[in-house]
């Protein structure tokens, strides 16, 4: 499908937003997990996240937009891809090296193409396994580094969350995927994330009550202080609200196979973010990492722009 030069530049800057706001919550979570468990801190953005998105839509499309225009029980798929990319992502963190981790979301373009061809059928966009090459190399630059900083007990290991963590990716896919095709092209993106943010309470809840049931989370953190309350709104409202509408948008103008290269940005600004806001110094294997990262996501763009142009 040809897209107008438009389109690509809207997807673009929308990716880039969507980066920027997750590469933030990475360090912002570390500061959340401090006062939060796992399954309790998705859980508590999601419900906040969801109440800002129905003000936003309930102000800006008006009340009765915050009702369906599917069936509910596709909106419960929907959010169940949410909650379970949420879910088995925090397990795969929780249950993997963070070395490993890095690794293995560093495939996540090769696991978004073949959802998509699963699914769709559709070809791969112009520049993509170029792109892919340049941003595994990166990853694996960046990765190796963390190996050397960290001492021989930093290297590669397995410990069972990797599998969490590649289907966590397949879930967002899943989701990102069906919430183009299951709504009209006229339903607002912003409707979309709020029906399907909404959806993914219910599913949160119930898996943070068998995490309670099964001893692996503790009792809610009801009454965080202040400053780690600010934390949670900031991570909620921009990180997950105003991110999801993003991706949306970038999906929609770009496909999701260039989505899947903007996620491999998303360690480049959070190390960037870490360094501003938090005083985290990164290593030259990370910068150097980080743009061969970039360079990749730039090429797939620059090749994209080439085929709407010709």
């Known amino acids: 499908m040809t897209r107008p030069p438009s389109a690509a530049l809207v997807g673009s800057l929308c990716y880039l937003a969507c980066s920027v706001f997750w590469g933030l919550n990475i360090p912002l979570s570390a500061v959340l997990l401090k006062s939060f468990d796992p399954f309790w801190l998705p859980t508590s953005r999601y419900l906040i996240a969801a ?19 599917i069936p509910l029980a596709r909106i419960a798929r929907l959010s169940l891809m949410v909650s379970g990319f949420l879910v088995l992502f925090n397990l795969g963190l929780l249950y993997t090296h963070p070395v490993t981790a890095a690794a293995v979301i560093a495939g996540s373009p090769v696991y978004v193409a073949v959802v998509m061809r699963a699914m769709t059928g559709a070809p791969l966009a112009p520049g ?7 941003t595994l190399v990166g990853a694996g630059i960046a990765v190796y580094g963390r190996i050397e900083a960290g001492g021989a007990g930093a290297g ?5 969350g990797e599998l969490c963590l590649v289907g966590s990716i397949g879930c967002w896919t899943v989701y990102s995927i069906l919430a183009q095709r299951w709504f009209r092209p006229d339903v607002p993106q912003l409707r979309r994330t709020w029906l399907t943010s909404l959806g993914a309470i219910p599913w949160l809840l119930a898996a943070w009550g068998a995490a309670r049931v099964a001893g692996l989370a503790p009792a809610p953190n009801l009454s965080p202080d202040a400053g780690t309350l600010v934390g949670l709104v900031v991570s909620a409202v921009v990180c997950t609200a105003l991110a999801t509408v993003a991706w949306n948008i970038g999906v929609a103008r770009l496909g999701i196979a260039a989505g899947g290269m903007w996620q491999n940005t998303v360690p480049v600004f959070a190390v960037l973010i870490s360094l501003v806001g938090y005083g985290v110094v990164p290593t030259a294997s990370q910068v150097l990492g980080g743009a061969v990262v970039l360079s990749g996501v730039a090429w797939m763009q620059w090749r994209s722009l080439r085929t709407v142009g010709a």
């Open 51 to 69: 109440a800002a998105l129905g003000a936003w839509v309930a102000v800006t499309l008006g009340p009765r937009q915050l009702r369906s225009p």
């Open 156 to 160: 590669l290991r397995l410990q069972g």
């Open 128 to 134: 993509f396994w170029t792109a892919t090459a340049l």
